[in-house]
């Protein structure tokens, strides 16, 4: 009956294949020849969910810089306050952004303010050409947010005018340094490729600076592979050499709006099962991970609650099981197995459905580290609950990574 300690016990002979990160999932298609100004790039958010919002803003070229702390209508989940180091307080009637580290309150803008002096610099720096942004992320979840914050204050349009593409340096140095390097996150490339051994990536400046240093350096490199000349002039055939490789590395705009609309729909299908998998993710983090990769397992194989209910309504097991063998090629066998009990329980009134477990110690607890994966666990606080409510026009969609604790899976957006 152990739903999530048997598989992970069990599991250890048996994995599955490993995750494809977004980021590596495809090779980028490439932006056309042209004039392009590339510009780090990164941001703080208050979770890594759709709806979650900016708490800062940042951008990095050699000549100059720009960063801006942005007060949220939410306060950041447990994991996004490790990550950064701020965190929302209440002073009298009035709540701030605290640096948790100097403990000094920081000067923040709103949203929309923020994002529209950030399109400001950018069309600054872009002259007569366009923008390529240049950020670092396994899973490719900041141009989505930032697009998606875009759209809410209807900044998109002026910012397609502007920026022509992202290129993501995970997927770059995953490519390049593959054969040296055991780990790709943002800490180890700064330790080997820019001899940083003290690198800061709590704050999103200090990571836009570092992926464009990185996409500098691997640029450098691979001119060099190719003899390209002496150490004279090496500065403007570098710089020249870099702007040709995050082209050619870059996603246009639109492949990543289509991948924005991919996921809506995605996390439409996967919130159908709400009726199920609300109670499962009341447990434990383990077990509330292990419960987020089963729904997404449904959601990726397009299944949807009522196509399960109505084949167990006519079929039972046997309609269950006819339902699921399109998960056979993604899933292993005892994910599948585990899904029909699940359901099984569920539907028939005869059995006890599989509810809350007690609540195990978890006596590793994990920390994620910032630069590895771009990610970490957390729970949603009350505050943000209720607070996020008030904010102009959310999206109630929420990015299957990080499922909330406190609350019940996310809600469709409404039409």
């Not at 490993?18 to 004039?35: C, H, M, Q, Y």
């Not at 050699?62 to 994991?79: E, R, T, V």
């Not at 009522?306 to 099981?321: H, I, T, Y």
Request: charged share 25%; aromatic share 6%; net charge neutral.
């Amino acid at each position: 009956m152990a739903m999530v300690s048997e598989a992970k016990v069990n599991g250890s002979g048996a994995e599955a294949p490993a995750e494809v990160l977004p980021a590596l999932a495809e090779k980028p298609a490439g932006l056309p020849p042209g004039k392009y100004a590339l510009v780090g790039w990164d941001m703080d958010t208050t979770g890594r969910r759709l709806i979650d919002e900016i708490c800062q803003i940042a951008a990095f070229t050699p000549k100059q810089s720009y960063s801006q702390y942005i007060m949220p209508y939410g306060d950041l989940n447990p994991g996004a306050r490790r990550r950064h180091n701020v965190r929302v307080v209440t002073v009298g009637r009035y709540r701030m952004l605290k640096d948790t580290n100097t403990h000094k309150i920081l000067k923040t803008k709103s949203e929309i303010s923020a994002l529209t002096d950030f399109l400001d610099w950018l069309e600054k720096e872009k002259g007569d050409g366009s923008v390529i942004l240049i950020y670092h992320e396994p899973r490719r979840l900041s141009p989505t947010m930032l697009l998606e914050a875009l759209t809410r204050y209807k900044l998109l349009d002026r910012f397609k005018t502007i920026v022509a593409g992202f290129t993501d340096s995970y997927a770059l140095a995953a490519d390049k340094c593959k054969s040296t390097v055991k780990s790709i996150s943002l800490r180890v490339l700064a330790r080997v490729l820019l001899d940083a051994d003290t690198l800061s990536v709590d704050s999103a400046l200090d990571r836009a600076t570092a992926a464009y240093r990185i996409v500098e350096h691997l640029a450098q490199g691979e001119q060099q592979e190719v003899g390209g000349g002496g150490e004279g002039g090496a500065g403007a055939a570098a710089s020249a050499d870099m702007v040709e490789t995050a082209r050619v590395w870059a996603r246009p705009v639109h492949t990543e709006l289509e991948a924005l609309a991919n996921l809506k729909k995605l996390l439409e299908r996967q919130n159908t099962f709400r009726p199920v998998f609300a109670p499962l993710l009341r447990l434990a983090r383990p077990e509330r991970k292990r419960v987020t990769q089963l729904r997404r397992l449904l959601a990726d194989a397009g299944l949807l609650y009522d196509q399960l209910r109505d084949a167990w309504q006519d079929r039972k097991l046997e309609g269950l099981e006819k339902q699921l063998e399109a998960l056979s090629v993604s899933a292993k066998e005892e994910d599948i197995k585990e899904l029909i009990e699940i359901f099984d329980c569920h539907f028939d009134p005869a059995k006890d459905p599989k509810g809350p477990r007690p609540r195990v110690q978890n006596r590793t607890r994990a920390t994620s580290s910032a630069g590895e994966t771009g990610e970490a666990e957390g729970t949603t606080s009350e505050s943000q609950k209720t607070s996020i409510q008030n904010s102009p026009n959310k999206t109630n969609i929420v990015v299957p990574a990080e499922p909330s604790q406190n609350s019940a899976p996310e809600a469709v957006p409404a039409n």
